[in-house]
């Protein structure tokens, strides 16, 4: 069997549960029947911005401000990256002003648009909490009360990526 690097964490019931779809060539289809729509079409910056906007509008009204969202080719998912959120700091005369950028994986342009979701409801959450701790999550699920299912599920389709570049594997996407 081999190591299922996204899922590391994750209780040994599980990570059997997705050994055994592995082992049997069932991972694609039970990712493909949870999520049958096709492509979304949050496929440039523009569109990430304004849906991340429309997210932080509807939950998070009073957070700071954010200047920047875009997708990036240049975050590896191996890294544990799916998802950035930077805050830059300059004075400006006697005031500091800080800017807040979200970016996301260029992956998320071919998943499904719960799982962009997902990411973006992470990144917002740390508008208010850096960390990743009890309340960072409780707010996750404030704004997305699948979360926890929609982070097994990124995993899962990270998981498939990876077996679909080995050969004799599932096939692609």
């Known amino acids: 069997m081999q190591e299922l690097v996204y899922l590391r964490h994750y209780p040994p019931a599980i990570t059997q549960q997705v050994q055994q779809l592995i082992a049997q060539h069932r991972l694609q289809t039970v990712l493909a029947q949870r999520y049958p729509e096709p492509l979304h079409a949050i496929q440039t910056d523009a569109a990430l911005y304004e849906f991340t906007m429309a997210l932080k509008q509807q939950f998070m009204r009073s957070s700071e401000p954010v200047s920047k969202v875009q997708f990036d080719n240049k975050i590896h998912v191996i890294q544990n990256a799916l998802g950035t959120h930077t805050q830059v700091s300059r004075v400006q005369g006697a005031k500091l002003k800080r800017k807040h950028e979200i970016r996301v994986a260029a992956l998320f342009k071919q998943l499904p648009e719960a799982l ?13 909490e850096k960390d990743h701790n009890k309340a960072f999550y409780q707010l996750c699920c404030h704004m997305e009360p699948n979360y926890h299912q929609l982070e097994l599920d990124v995993r899962l389709f990270l998981t498939l990526r990876d077996l679909t570049a080995s050969p004799s594997r599932e096939p692609a996407l």
Not at 116 to 128: D, F, G, Q, Y
């Open 116 to 128: 962009l979701r997902m990411i973006v409801v992470h990144e917002l959450a740390h508008l208010r």
